[in-house]
């Protein structure tokens, strides 16, 4: 099965990281790559410690794309996609994991770091008896249509409006 999160309201991969936790409690294992984040530590990062095997998270991201002072060419940004896309394949294919979560697959694909037909073609072949997690922004049309479940995170308020800054442990 196929669960996309998406939207462009805040709780995307908190979503994804609360069925994982869910998923762990139950003792399966969780595999989740990181698209976009990479160079920098989150609180999930240091909370999955405490599961071993568990749950591990590979970051595969160079940063933001573009933005927020990303001076990085555009290309080392594809190359860590489509490494970190082949990583996340051959998990699946492996079943390295219970559940292996895409976390913003979706703003890979949306900044044409990725292929929308060749993740859809792959997920589509593989998706039966898995559980596959994917969020981000903007879900390609073709995503949405082969996925099981879902989910749109719509901003209705953010704090972000009024100046306040990303806040580690919150955020990130």
Same mark, same amino acid.
């Given at each position: 099965?196929?669960?996309?999160?998406t939207?462009?309201?805040?709780?995307?991969?908190?979503?994804? @990281?609360?069925q994982?936790?869910?998923?762990?409690?139950?003792?399966?294992?969780?595999?989740?790559f990181?698209?976009i984040?990479?160079?920098?530590?989150?609180?999930?990062?240091?909370a999955v /410690?405490?599961?071993g095997?568990?749950?591990?998270?590979?970051?595969?991201?160079?940063?933001? *794309?573009?933005?927020?002072?990303?001076?990085?060419?555009?290309?080392?940004?594809?190359?860590? +996609?489509?490494?970190?896309?082949?990583?996340g394949?051959? !998990?699946?294919?492996?079943? %390295? !994991?219970?559940?292996?979560?895409?976390?913003?697959?979706n =703003? !890979?694909?949306? @900044?044409? @770091?990725?292929?929308?037909? %060749?993740?859809?073609?792959? @997920?589509?072949? *593989?998706?039966? =008896?898995r559980?596959?997690?994917?969020?981000?922004?903007d879900?390609? /049309?073709?995503?949405?249509?082969?996925?099981?479940?879902?989910?749109? *995170?719509?901003?209705?308020k953010?704090y972000?409006?009024?100046?306040l800054? +990303?806040?580690?442990?919150?955020?990130?």
């Open positions: 099965m196929i669960y996309l999160f939207g462009h309201g805040k709780g995307k991969t908190t979503a994804a @990281l609360g994982a936790l869910r998923a762990v409690g139950e003792g399966r294992a969780v595999l989740m990181q698209f984040k990479g160079p920098w530590k989150s609180g999930e990062d240091e /410690k405490v599961f095997d568990k749950f591990r998270i590979i970051k595969g991201g160079k940063g933001f *794309v573009g933005i927020l002072g990303d001076k990085l060419p555009r290309s080392v940004h594809r190359r860590a +996609a489509q490494e970190t896309w082949r990583r394949k051959r !998990a699946l294919q492996k079943r %390295e !994991a219970d559940i292996v979560i895409f976390d913003e697959l =703003n !890979a694909l949306a @900044l044409k @770091l990725l292929a929308v037909g %060749e993740v859809v073609r792959f @997920l589509k072949r *593989v998706k039966k =008896n559980e596959i997690i994917v969020t981000g922004r879900a390609p /049309k073709q995503l949405i249509a082969i996925a099981d479940l879902v989910s749109e *995170v719509r901003e209705v953010h972000y409006r009024s100046g800054l +990303a806040r580690r442990g919150i955020e990130f």
